[in-house]
C-alpha cells in the first residue's frame, strides 16, 4: 500500500451529505450533514471545506473512495458521477464502495447486514469477520429470519423486527475510507451504482445526474 496515502471518501446514497478524509494513518476529518435532497448542490462545496480545514488540496489526493449504493436512485448517482468526475480530472482511483460492506466492515463472527428497501423488501448480505460471503440480494421481508444475528443502522424501518441486532462500529464515511485505503493498490473497476430493485421498481419522476463514461 502507498505509504501514508491521502484519501477522500464521500456517500451521498441516503438521506445525509458525508464526507471524510484519511491522512497519515487516521481520519483526520469527517462530516456529515442529513438532507433528503440538495446533495448535488451540497457535496463540492463540502468536500472543499474538509479539505480546507486540513490544508489539503485535490492533487495532494491519492485516491476517492465512495458509495455505490444501495440507497436513494438518485443519491446513488451524484455520488458515483463526482467521484468519476474527479478520479478523470485528478487522474487518481475512485474506489466504489457498497452501503451494506461498510455497515459489516467489523463484523465479527457471522452476521447478516440487514436494509430497509421499502416495499415490504430488504437488501441483505451476509459477512464472515468483515468478508461477505455472498452477494447482496433483495427479499421480501416476510422472508427475512428474524432469529439471526443482524447488523442495522438503528433508524431502520425494519429494525423492531429482530431479536438480535446491533448498530454498525463505524459510521458510513469512516467504513467507506477505511475499506478505500485497503484496496488503493489494488486493480479497482470504476465506481458503478449498485441498483438491487427489479425492472418494476418505480423511479423518481426527476432526472439523475449523468454517469460519466
Known amino acids: 500500500m502507498l505509504p501514508d496515502p491521502t ?3 464521500f456517500d451521498t446514497s441516503t438521506a445525509h451529505c458525508a464526507v471524510a478524509l484519511f ?16 446533495q448535488a ?9 474538509v479539505l480546507a480545514n486540513a490544508n489539503v488540496t485535490w492533487a495532494d489526493l491519492d485516491a476517492i473512495g465512495v458509495c455505490v449504493g444501495p440507497g436513494n436512485f438518485t443519491g446513488v448517482r451524484v455520488g458515483v458521477s463526482a467521484a468519476r468526475g474527479l478520479a478523470l480530472s485528478l487522474g487518481k482511483p ?21 436494509m430497509d428497501a421499502r416495499r415490504k423488501r430488504a437488501y441483505v448480505q451476509t459477512f464472515h469477520d468483515g468478508i461477505a460471503t455472498g452477494e447482496p440480494v433483495l427479499t421480501p421481508i416476510d422472508e427475512l429470519d428474524t432469529t439471526a444475528s443482524v447488523v ?20 458510513l464515511p469512516s467504513a467507506i475510507i477505511q475499506i478505500a485505503v485497503s484496496r488503493i493498490d489494488a486493480d479497482n473497476p470504476r ?14 419522476s426527476d432526472p439523475a445526474p ?3 463514461p
Do not use: N
Request: charged share 25%; net charge negative; aromatic share 4%.
Open 7 to 9: 484519501i477522500l471518501a
Open 191 to 204: 465506481p458503478a451504482p449498485l441498483y438491487l430493485q427489479d425492472a418494476g421498481a418505480a423511479l423518481p
Open 210 to 212: 449523468a454517469i460519466l
Open 94 to 114: 475512485a474506489i466504489g464502495i457498497s452501503r451494506l460492506e461498510a455497515m459489516g466492515l467489523d463484523c465479527k463472527d457471522t452476521a447478516t447486514v440487514v
Open 23 to 38: 491522512i497519515g494513518g487516521e481520519i483526520v476529518s469527517e462530516h456529515i450533514e442529513p438532507m433528503t435532497k440538495g
Open 152 to 171: 442495522m443502522s438503528p433508524d431502520d424501518a425494519l429494525v423492531d423486527m429482530f431479536m438480535d441486532q446491533r448498530a454498525p462500529k463505524l459510521s
Open 41 to 49: 448542490e451540497r457535496l463540492f462545496p463540502l468536500c472543499e471545506e
